[in-house]
């Protein structure tokens, strides 16, 4: 599937092929947890409410400056992936 197609789908399809992908990092911010799942060769967020417990958003990454946003840095002042899935 390409970044295209999968902006075609509709969210429950969008949801379905998430599944499909893999699970690379998460982040929050104050209300989400945000997941970050490759599928085939693009990037996928998933906003799901902490509160409520349902997604609220799924958005395909098309700038792959947002990628930026799963760094950290640790100790050693370098930076690396956020695996604390």
Known sequence: ???C???LLDE???ANAIWSGLR???RHDEEHEIVLFQIDGFFVEVFF???YD???KIEAI???DQLLLYLKPNKAKDNRIVKDL
Do not use: P, S
């Open 1 to 3: 599937m390409t970044l």
């Open 5 to 7: 197609e999968f902006n």
């Open 12 to 14: 429950t399809q969008q």
């Open 24 to 26: 690379v990092a998460k």
């Open 49 to 51: 409410n902490m509160t």
């Open 54 to 56: 349902v997604i609220r």
């Open 62 to 64: 098309e700038n792959i």
